[in-house]
């Protein structure tokens, strides 16, 4: 193992929270259980850093291995990046293929060394026959960057990928030219969707959060119902608008379902208006050029914080379709113009 490949495997374990050490390791089945079982983990981290560099160094791990672990690590700290939406589309009439795993994982990594002199492609297959895809780019006269990776995530016979914002961003058209080819589509493109919580992403994508989410039972009569907001109604308020708050809550479970939400962090909103106004006079009703603003709504759970809104009084029943449409359109960010 060389010093490249040595200080890549130490910088990968030290990104590791001690507590989830033996879990990562014991996923990167690349140092045997006897050997793990006679580290002592109760030591200081740089020392235990050290024995395990050592241990890896025994067994000549190699560039492929060390990269494997980061993914592993990735995957428990999917978070941590930030994951846009790529979409797929098959030519009109086109046939439906089987798909081969084998096959789009030569093919996918054929195309990128075609391309590129030095590029360095790992592989891990993951749940729901998903594959995780690491591509640490390199020049034709660099070798690959290994601190500056591109992440995709795969689902096999669907037409949605998820790929880790990269600062590499001309490697963007080559990454999508190859996973078009490789899963036998015909064209791609970037969504406007973005967030740091992979599986809400997917969960949204796939539609399955209705059903993955779900926690009530439909049975319930909507009285008994809980729509998860912790609103404490003061006891002293005796003159309270029953039908009212309950128009409310049915709107809202038919907007948002009897569910927890799906996890998301930000809606942006891009406006390009014109001034309209009933006086059609002043400055701004002169203007010829159209209005524009940026608006960001931010929250540690942006869906469930909407979901709250008008049960707790802050805003009207029912919400504006452009923060409920969301999940449906499958995109948070917008650009608003005049029709």
């Known amino acids: 193992m060389d010093e490249t490949v040595a200080e890549f495997v130490k910088r990968t374990i030290l990104k590791i929270p001690m507590a989830e050490m033996m879990t990562i390791l014991q996923a990167w089945d690349f140092l045997s259980e006897n050997r793990l079982q006679n580290i002592n983990f109760r030591k200081r981290k740089e020392s235990l850093v050290h024995d395990l560099v050592l241990l890896c160094e025994e067994k000549h791990a190699s560039v492929n291995d060390a990269a494997l672990l980061d993914i592993i690590y990735t ?104 996973l078009t080819i490789a899963s036998k589509h015909h064209r791609i493109v970037k969504t406007d969707f973005r ?16 059903q993955t989410f779900e926690t009530h039972n439909a049975t319930t009569p909507l009285q008994e119902r809980s729509l998860g ?36 962090e930000f809606a942006q909103y891009k406006l390009e208006t014109k001034f309209k106004s009933d006086l059609n006079t002043g400055i701004l009703a002169e203007r010829k050029e ?24 802050i805003a009207d029943a029912p919400l504006s379709p452009l923060l409920t449409c969301i999940p449906k359109k499958r995109m948070n960010y917008f650009k608003i113009k005049d029709k």
């Open 75 to 178: 995957q428990f700290h999917r978070h941590q990046k930030v994951w846009d939406v790529f979409q797929m589309t098959k030519e009109p009439g086109g046939d439906i293929d089987l798909f081969d795993m084998k096959q789009f994982k030569s093919s996918f990594k054929k195309i990128l060394q075609r391309a590129l002199k030095n590029v360095l492609v790992t592989f891990r297959d993951a749940e729901e026959n998903a594959v995780w895809i690491r591509i640490a780019w390199g020049t034709q006269y660099r070798k690959p960057n290994q601190y500056k990776p591109t992440y995709v995530v795969y689902y096999p016979q669907t037409p949605y990928a998820f790929i880790s914002s990269s600062q590499l961003r001309s490697s963007i058209p080559l990454l999508g030219q190859a």
């Open 195 to 210: 967030s740091r919580y992979l599986d809400s992403l997917k969960a949204i994508v796939f539609e399955q959060y209705n």
């Open 229 to 264: 907001l912790d609103i404490n109604m003061d006891s002293r308020i005796i003159h309270e608008n029953r039908i009212e708050k309950d128009r409310v809550q049915r709107i809202t479970q038919e907007i948002f379902g009897d569910y927890p939400q799906p996890r998301l």
């Open 290 to 313: 159209p209005l524009r603003c940026l608006v960001k709504f931010s929250s540690p759970n942006l869906l469930e914080a909407l979901k709250s809104l008008a049960p707790a009084g």
